[in-house]
């Protein structure tokens, strides 16, 4: 498989919110808005990548039977590494995003991805994967954080974007708005497909 | 057999040795950072609420007893000072209302020697965004300022109070407004001990 293909699935055709449904936990809780959307993607594709290169390095050295406790610690180390930078330099990131960063540990994208690839292909590819992956990712959750905002606060990154008379739908922001505005999306986005 | 287990172990073992490793050196280059960040936050609590002083109220402290929670346990509470010139000119410290929406709300609480409040501010709180995080507002937190045990009911007014509750939001507006009066009465029985110089820090 080309590089091109190996990044470009991920970004569309195999996306981990849209297409494959991974990960929907974080996806839909903190997607309040498009910028806690974003941080949440970035930190996730940042776990992502470490994870991959290193599963990938390290996947002759790792026997097969410990290797999802393994990818495990891996993926832990790397989660509270982020936890702890973003402390130290994003407080206000960090205290948005808050429980939902170590919840990155268990995102089944990013297990999925070492057992299913990066531990069986060399570095390169693997950390192509998941900047693929993790765009995609990142890309899904700024959507639908945008849309709910826009909706349910008329904001976009905090910019109001009506006039004084719009009334938000607070239903948006709230945890129905992740799930109709999620579904909708899905339903939109297969009819475009079939088509 | 016996073989096979050592060398998973024996891999298992040198893996989270690694980790472990590595998370120590992280954890030792953002310790001050975090640190810091943490009395940022603090320091900026601490000045919304107080008037204005010319000390350092996060080392001027004093630490009272304030009951026992559901352990059992002492609850303690540190009173931050802050004087000007020398002079008390109110305190401020941590409330933790139990009964908000969702979870503790935790209100930095700011009074005067008058015994009346100063000024509040929301520290951390999960009420449901669009009602009950409204108590984040400025004009929600203004309801408060200047107001004392006395002449003032601390209740909503849907219980018989003073305090408009917010639409939608009464449960969070009750833990509040219940929150801020727990801290006058806590300043009014500790005041001698609030006020006096040199203790704690």
Known sequence: MSLKKIFTRGLWKENAVFKLLLGLCPVLAVTTNAE????MGLATTFVLLCSNGVVALMRNIIPSGVRIPAFIIIIATFVTIVQLVMEAWTYELYQALG????????????????EAFASKRPVFSSLVDAIGMGSG?????????AIREIFGSGELFGVTLFGAGYQPMLLMILPPGAFISMGLLLALM???ENR | MFKDM???LIALTLIAAL??????????????????????QMVKALSAVLPEFDNAPDTDTVTLQNGVNKKGEPVEVICYRARKDGKFVGTAFKMIAPDGYSGNIAVMVGLRPDEQVNAIEILTHAETPGLGDKIEEGWFKDWFKDKGLDGTDWRVKKDG?????LTGATISTRAIVGAVAKGLQLYKDNQAKIQAAGEGS
């Not at chain 1, 429980?99 to 070492?114: D, E, K, M, S, T």
């Not at chain 2, 472990?20 to 009395?39: D, H």
């Open chain 2, 161 to 165: 109070g003073d305090f408009d509750q």
């Open chain 1, 137 to 145: 990712f990142t890309l899904a959750l700024f959507v639908l954080g």
């Open chain 2, 19 to 40: 980790s472990g490793l590595l998370l120590s050196l992280v954890e030792s280059a953002t310790r001050e950072p975090i640190k810091e960040q943490r009395r940022l």
């Open chain 1, 190 to 192: 297969n009819k475009f």
């Open chain 2, 6 to 8: 050592a060398r998973l």
């Open chain 1, 99 to 114: 429980i939902f960063i170590p919840l990155i540990v268990c995102n089944c994208l990013i297990l999925g991805r070492a």
């Open chain 1, 36 to 39: 806690n959307g974003l941080g």
